[in-house]
């Protein structure tokens, strides 16, 4: 019993050190804005940063405490309407496109609501009994999880958001001009064959979507050393990349047409030079550095140009799943992909980290798939349809978030996350 006592006790500790560790990141990454950029939501796509946080203050107000804390009240009653982001089991929800019309409640109050359920959310893990503690456990740790994916939106939206500007707002100045080089692209090969992939639900945490251990078949390939960088996109770009249909899907081909694609999403040309907008403002395009903010259909398109091909995420997942998990993360503090390599990368460069890399498989479920039980079922099933897979984090996602099998995913035309290329072929 004693022993026991042991580890419920340090159970309680470390829950309450990571949720209060990774509420206060969010709480880090909002510093720098104004009050008047908490509520601006410049496309459908982004939500305001307010929303954010409130949203992920819902998440544990309304899967943990309203389940498990007796006699709980809610913080507002409003707030399961407004901050619902698309759980129609739990309830109707405020329509995405018009959140940004929300001026209510302030900034001020949603810090208030973060708060309160911070506060509520300690007490309740000092207090339950051992029944319960070990099943709030995994909803906690689900819950960190959902807020990790947050900040990297936060990040990415803010910077669309201030991107919309003349001014080009700066999140965070420059610190120092970047000197370094890219790396050699070089090719390393693997053998192929019948592989396992993804993860079992004892193996540590996992999202339902990276569920089960499964097995595929791979023929022999190579994948590349880095990503690709913006002076090499340049010359898909020069070429004519974005005036030949040749190189282009039919539906990507289609979205140039009608978006009027010249380049990637926050490249802007001012007497013949090419900036980009970032988080630090408006600067030269930095040749060295991975290219950022491309599509599904852009990195296919120079894909086709160069005579290479978008990795499988099997094919990904077994190249770089013995490698550190090193790179450029939030908690470096650029916000934006950079040249310099870390010494722990493994022979697979920058595999995680700074671009989340475009594979060319759609987002379906897993041979023996089974989503979360109740509203937590919602959180990744019913999104598998027309979406791609990324793999490896960005420079806005947190070390401790990211893994070999972690399964992101978005539209084919979507480019406003951190997005980049890094090539495959096949073996001859």
């Known amino acids: 019993m004693v022993q026991q006592s042991i580890q419920l006790s340090e159970l309680r500790e470390q829950l309450v050190h990571s949720f209060e560790a990774t509420r206060a990141m969010t709480n880090t990454l909002v510093e720098p804005l104004e009050t008047e950029d908490f509520t601006i939501q410049s496309i459908p796509d982004v939500s305001p940063p307010k929303w954010h946080m409130a949203h992920t203050t819902w998440f544990f107000e309304t899967f943990i405490l309203k389940e498990y804390k007796e006699n709980y009240e809610s913080f507002h009653k409003e707030f399961d309407y407004l901050f619902n982001s698309y759980y129609e089991s739990v309830g109707s929800y405020f329509p995405r496109h018009s959140r940004g019309l929300l001026s209510r409640p302030s900034i001020d109050k949603v810090r208030s609501y973060r708060s309160d359920i911070d506060e509520e959310m300690v007490n309740l893990i000092q207090q339950l009994d051992e029944g319960h503690l070990h099943h709030v456990a995994d909803l906690v740790e689900i819950g960190l999880n959902h807020e990790q994916q947050h900040q990297e939106l ?35 090969s693997f053998e192929g064959g019948l592989i396992e992939t993804g993860v079992d639900e004892d193996d540590g945490f996992s999202f339902d979507n990276e569920r089960p251990i499964h097995k595929v078949w791979l023929e022999p390939f190579k994948l590349a050393t880095r990503t690709v960088t913006n ?85 990904w997942e077994v190249a770089v799943r013995d490698q550190p998990i090193a790179g450029n993360f939030v908690e470096d503090g650029h916000y934006h992909p950079v040249a310099s390599v870390k010494e722990e990368e493994g022979n697979i460069k920058k595999a995680y980290g700074d671009v989340w890399e475009w594979t060319k498989s759609p987002y379906m479920p897993y041979p023996g798939n089974k989503p979360l039980d109740g509203a937590l079922g919602e ?47 096949d073996v001859e």
């Open 154 to 188: 936060l990040m990415t939206d803010i910077k669309y958001n201030f991107s919309v500007n003349p001014l080009y707002p700066v999140y965070r100045p420059l610190d120092g001009e970047p000197t370094a080089k890219a790396t050699p692209l070089e090719w390393v």
């Open 231 to 315: 002076g090499e996109y340049m010359e898909f770009i020069n070429a004519g990349g974005y005036e030949q249909a040749t190189y282009w899907l039919s539906d990507g081909w289609a979205t140039v047409k009608k978006e009027n694609w010249k380049a990637p999403l926050h490249w802007i040309k001012k007497d013949g030079e090419w900036y980009a907008f970032t988080l630090h403002g408006l600067v030269p395009i930095n040749k060295e550095e991975p290219v950022t903010h491309i599509s599904y259909y852009e990195a296919e398109a120079y894909a086709s140009f160069v005579g290479k091909r978008l990795p499988s995420e099997s094919e």
């Open 379 to 425: 959180y990744n099933a019913k999104f598998m349809s027309s979406q791609m897979i990324l793999r490896g984090g960005s420079c806005v996602t947190s070390q401790t978030h990211i893994r070999p099998t972690y399964r992101n995913f978005f539209g084919p035309e979507k480019r406003w996350q951190f997005t980049g290329i890094r090539l495959a072929e």
